[in-house]
């Protein structure tokens, strides 16, 4: 491991951490981040719309399940808080225990699953261009070196078999490997939009500890 690779890995990480995961935006992860989240799938759900009192707690009950499992993983002094050097050591110990998406805990299985449904826009089973575009525009990141980006992740297989577009296994081993590659140039670095584009300096300062 060198410190390039080291440091290539935190980039994405700091990155997902702070803008999918941390929804108060307190620079650590705690269950109201997780409760903010449960709210905020229930009203992609509901398609903006606000949701019945149900599907909140259906969302809720959700959420509450991936936090117990994330923590019982990634929360090692037990204080029902999950620190960066937390999460991230929890994702270097997937990379050297597993091998692909299938062997990930069940709560990332099932979080890929969701992820792929709610970025494949058209619903055509395909994750393509034009869902990478607005994925990235929704989340009003940098669409620039979007196309760029994008053919950058395909390969051989996207190309032939899908018309230059991401089926739902292919897309779920794209997000693993931006996961757990230590890999400056592998292939998924750009799923989860353009984590560079941001400097790790910036993204190191949004960074808490625990209360």
Known sequence: MTTTDDGFLRHKHLFTFLNFWDENHDGILSWEDFRL?????????????????EVVERWQSIFEKWWNELTSYADSNKDKYVEFHEWLDFFKQLGKN???????????????????????ANKDGLFCIKD??????????????AQEHFDYMLIDEDRTNNENALNSDRFKATVYDFWVSMD?????KYICGPFDS??????????????
């Open 184 to 188: 400056p140039n592998s292939k998924g």
């Open 132 to 145: 990478y575009k607005k994925y990235i525009a929704n989340l009003k990141m940098d669409t620039s070196k």
């Open 98 to 120: 597993t091998k692909s998406f299938g062997e990930l805990p069940e709560f990332l299985k099932i979080y890929l699953q969701l992820f792929f449904l709610c970025c494949d």
């Open 37 to 53: 989240l449960a709210e905020k799938f229930a009203k992609i759900q509901r398609r903006g719309r606000q949701p019945e009192k």
């Open 198 to 211: 941001i400097p790790i300096e910036e993204l190191e300062k949004r960074v808490k500890k625990k209360p």
